[in-house]
């Protein structure tokens, strides 16, 4: 939908000193110039038809941005492991989102070669010298255990326990990555997985551009390797293993389910429940996050897709 505040006013006031002029004239005129900057976005479903607040804080995003940004931004979803739908090259983002179940290989999966080879053709075109506008990818959570596995570099595999809540999350370095721009070190974030990436093979890492962003908590009393949390594939492909897109609203609507709650307050005690609603109380946790990750990494691919804006 394109957003023309206050245009049919603006053509008012250009239309009382130029007559000739046509008002609809001036107004088509206005919504083209408004429109010259703008964002093409496909959405890829990892969700299986399952319930979930993912979805929705993803639309909510693009929304606010596009409201904020005063551009105009197309978006198209996918279902990738229902309908094994997945985009072609005529979009400039793409946002792989999270989802359920196993991501370790599965021959029943028959969805998973074309993912992988929807991959493979961004990395062609974005090789291309040619294409000035490389195609910007944002991993998250399911589909990030997914590129780990498809580049190689980190092993996935299944955690001792779910990890469930609002965490902690470390930089490698204190400012990584201009999708990371204002978050502290450490910063927080929703994390939800029964599997991880882990023991990165950092040459490997480097071999194909990229980098290590964020692992989690150290835990020194405890035995196991940390997991990766954010990786920088590329230059034109980033992922995390948390859901930057989260927010306060629908977290607080699945911790207060009664399912949800006796799980936690089962393994964790009545003491985790409660401060789990606290966190989503702070400003600068779960809504800080929410506001600036995804946010920055929309903001930078509108800087690639349209190189006449300024930076």
Same mark, same amino acid.
């Given at each position: ?30 919504? /083209?110039?408004?429109? +010259?900057?703008? *964002?093409?976005?496909?959405?890829? @479903?990892? #969700?299986?038809? $399952?319930?979930?607040? =993912? ?23 996918? /279902?990738?492991?229902? +309908?094994?739908? *997945?985009?072609?090259?005529?979009? @400039?983002? #793409?946002?792989? $989102?999270?989802?359920? =179940? ?210």
């Amino acid at each position: 939908m394109v957003r023309s505040i206050g245009l049919v006013h603006l053509a008012d006031l250009v239309a009382s000193t130029y007559q000739p002029i046509s008002k609809l004239f001036i107004v088509l005129s206005l919504i /083209d110039l408004q429109m +010259k900057h703008h *964002l093409n976005i496909a959405i890829l @479903d990892l #969700y299986e038809g $399952s319930e979930n607040q =993912g979805m929705r804080c993803l639309y909510q995003i693009i929304d606010e941005f596009s409201k904020n940004q005063k551009i105009h931004i197309k978006t198209d979803v996918f /279902d990738v492991r229902l +309908k094994s739908e *997945l985009p072609g090259l005529e979009y @400039d983002v #793409y946002i792989s $989102s999270g989802g359920p =179940g196993n991501p370790l290989p599965n021959k029943l999966h028959q969805w998973e070669p074309l993912y992988f080879k929807w991959i493979q053709n961004i990395l062609d075109y974005n090789n291309q010298v040619d294409n000035k506008n490389k195609k910007q990818v944002f991993f998250i959570c399911h589909s990030f255990q997914l590129a780990c596995r498809f580049f190689n570099i980190a092993t996935v595999k299944k955690r001792k326990s779910t990890s469930f809540g609002v965490f902690p999350v470390h930089f490698v370095d204190n400012n990584p990555d201009l999708v990371f721009n204002d978050l502290p070190n450490p910063f927080f974030a929703v994390d939800n997985r029964n599997y991880q990436a882990i023991e990165p093979n950092i040459d490997a890492i480097h071999k194909i551009g990229g980098t290590v962003l964020a692992i989690e908590k150290e835990r020194p009393h405890v035995n196991l390797e940390r997991a990766l949390m954010a990786i920088r594939f590329n230059q034109n492909m980033i992922g995390t293993q948390f859901h930057p897109e989260a927010d306060v609203m629908g977290m607080s609507a699945y911790l207060q389910k009664p399912e949800t709650k006796e799980m936690i307050v089962s393994n964790h005690g009545i003491e985790k429940w409660e401060s789990m609603i606290a966190h989503l109380k702070d400003e600068d946790k779960i809504s800080y996050t929410y506001k600036t990750i995804l946010p920055n990494f929309l903001h930078n691919s509108l800087l690639v897709s349209n190189p006449q804006l300024p930076k």
